[in-house]
C-alpha cells in the first residue's frame, strides 16, 4: 500500500438525524384515487402507507429539519460543517441547488454546498464523495443529507407508481475520529445505456417544459417496474459481495444490512441470495420508497432503536436511476 494510502484519515458516523412529513397515506386512502387496493400493493411491495409532505414545504424544508436533529445528536453547531451535500432526484428547484437552501436554513454558514444526482443512490454516492474528502484532509466535517418529496414529481393518476414512493429527509454527519475502520472501502458502478426504464423524461433540455409536455404527462416519473426490479435484485447483490471482498470480509462479519429501501421483495431477494435474510433491515411498510432520503433515513432508525452497537459493522447497499447501485460498509462508532 502507497504511502499517501496510508496517511488517509478514518472518517466516522458521529451523528444521524430524519424527518418525515407528519401526513400519512395509507393503501386504503390510495384505493381512493387510483384502481388499487391494500392487498396488491401490500403483497407486492411490502409497503403499507407513505408520509406526504404539506403544499408549503419543498425538499429544503425537509431536509433541514433532518440536517437539525443530525448536528444535534453530533453535538456540533451548524458553523462547523465544512461541506454540505444534499443527494436528491426532487431538488426545490433547477439551481441554485437545494444544498445552498438548505445551507441558508440551517446556519451553515462555513460550508461549501452542491447537490448530487444519483437518484436512490444518491445518499450512497453522497457517503462515498464526502469520505473521500474528509479521508485526503481537505475537509474536517461534513453534512450529508437525502431528501425526497416525490409527491411532486409522481403521477398520482398513474397506479404504476403513485402507490410506491414516499417523503422524508435523512441525514448525516462525517468526521475523521481516529476510529479503526470507520467508513470502509466502497464499490460503485452505473450504466447510463438503461437510462429509459426508471426516469422522468420531461422538463429538461432535453424535452422542456412545454405545454404539449405537460400535455403528455412527461414531467412525471416513469418506470418499467419488471426491469427495475430484476437488475435490482442483480446489482446490489453483486455490489454487496463485491463490498465484502473489497475490504476481506464475509456476510458472517456484518451486523446489519442496510439496503436501499425500494420495495420489500427486492429486500428479501437480496437477503435471499446473501444468505443474510435475519439481518436485512426493512421499514419500507411505513414509508414507501423515499428514494435518496431512505438509506439515511434507515441508518438512523436502525442506530436510535439499539440494533447498531460502537463495533458493529453494517453493510449499505442502494440501486436507483441511472442506473446507479453501489454498496459500503461501515464500522458504527458511536
Ligand atoms: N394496483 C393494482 N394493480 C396494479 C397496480 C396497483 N397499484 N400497479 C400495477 N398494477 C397492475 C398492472 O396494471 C398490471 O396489470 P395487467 O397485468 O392487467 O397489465 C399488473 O398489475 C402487473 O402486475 P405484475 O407484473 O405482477 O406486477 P409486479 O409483480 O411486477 O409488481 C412492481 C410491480 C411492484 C412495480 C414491481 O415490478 C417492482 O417492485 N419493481 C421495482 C420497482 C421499484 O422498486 N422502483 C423504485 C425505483 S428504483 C429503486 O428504488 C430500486
Known amino acids: 500500500m502507497s504511502k499517501a494510502i496510508n496517511s488517509l484519515r478514518a472518517v466516522s458516523i458521529i451523528g444521524?438525524?430524519?424527518y418525515l412529513p407528519e401526513k400519512t397515506v395509507t393503501n386504503r386512502?390510495?384505493?381512493?384515487?387510483?384502481?388499487?387496493?391494500?392487498?396488491?400493493?401490500?403483497?407486492r411491495t411490502g409497503m403499507r402507507e407513505r408520509r406526504i409532505a404539506r403544499d408549503d414545504q419543498a425538499t429544503s424544508d425537509l431536509a433541514a429539519e433532518a440536517a437539525k436533529v443530525a448536528l444535534a445528536d453530533a453535538?456540533?453547531?451548524?458553523d462547523e460543517v465544512?461541506?454540505?451535500?444534499?443527494a436528491t432526484l426532487s431538488p426545490d428547484m433547477f439551481f441554485p441547488s437545494t444544498a445552498c437552501f438548505v445551507q441558508d436554513k440551517i446556519g451553515a454558514k462555513n460550508a461549501y454546498c452542491y447537490d448530487l444526482g444519483a437518484a436512490c443512490s444518491g445518499s450512497l454516492y453522497a457517503l462515498e464523495t464526502a469520505k473521500?474528502?474528509?479521508?485526503?484532509?481537505a475537509v474536517n466535517t461534513a453534512l450529508i443529507i437525502g431528501a425526497e418529496k416525490m409527491s411532486t414529481f409522481i403521477d398520482w393518476k398513474d397506479r404504476n407508481t403513485c402507490v410506491l414512493f414516499g417523503d422524508g429527509a435523512g441525514a448525516i454527519v462525517l468526521r475523521a475520529t481516529g476510529a479503526k475502520r470507520g467508513v470502509m472501502k466502497g464499490s460503485f458502478g452505473s450504466d447510463g445505456s438503461l437510462a429509459n426504464l426508471l426516469w422522468t423524461p420531461g422538463g429538461g433540455s432535453r424535452n422542456p417544459m412545454t405545454h404539449e409536455m405537460i400535455d403528455r404527462n412527461e414531467q412525471y416519473l416513469k418506470m418499467e417496474g419488471r426491469e427495475v426490479y430484476k437488475h435490482a435484485v442483480t446489482q446490489m447483490t453483486k455490489s454487496a459481495l463485491d463490498v465484502l471482498e473489497k475490504n476481506g470480509l464475509c456476510a458472517a462479519d456484518i451486523k446489519l444490512f442496510i439496503p436501499h429501501q425500494a420495495n420489500a421483495r427486492?429486500?428479501?431477494a437480496i437477503g435471499k441470495r446473501l444468505d443474510v435474510q435475519d439481518r436485512m433491515f426493512l421499514?419500507?411498510?411505513?414509508?414507501?420508497?423515499t428514494s435518496a432520503a431512505a438509506l439515511p433515513i434507515a441508518i438512523d432508525e436502525a442506530a436510535k432503536s439499539g440494533q447498531l452497537a460502537s463495533g458493529d459493522l453494517m453493510l449499505l447497499v442502494a440501486f436507483g436511476g441511472g442506473f446507479t447501485w453501489g454498496a459500503n460498509i461501515?464500522?458504527?462508532?458511536k
Not at 453535538?75 to 451548524?78: D, F, L, P
Not at 473521500?132 to 484532509?137: H, K, P, T, Y
Not at 461501515?330 to 462508532?333: A, D, G, L, R, Y
Open 266 to 268: 427486492i429486500i428479501d
Open 16 to 18: 444521524t438525524g430524519a
Open 330 to 333: 461501515v464500522e458504527w462508532t
Open 75 to 78: 453535538g456540533i453547531s451548524a
Open 29 to 43: 386512502d390510495l384505493e381512493k384515487i387510483v384502481d388499487t387496493n391494500d392487498e396488491w400493493i401490500y403483497s
Open 132 to 137: 473521500n474528502q474528509i479521508a485526503c484532509g
Open 283 to 289: 421499514n419500507v411498510e411505513k414509508y414507501a420508497n
Open 82 to 86: 465544512d461541506l454540505l451535500i444534499v
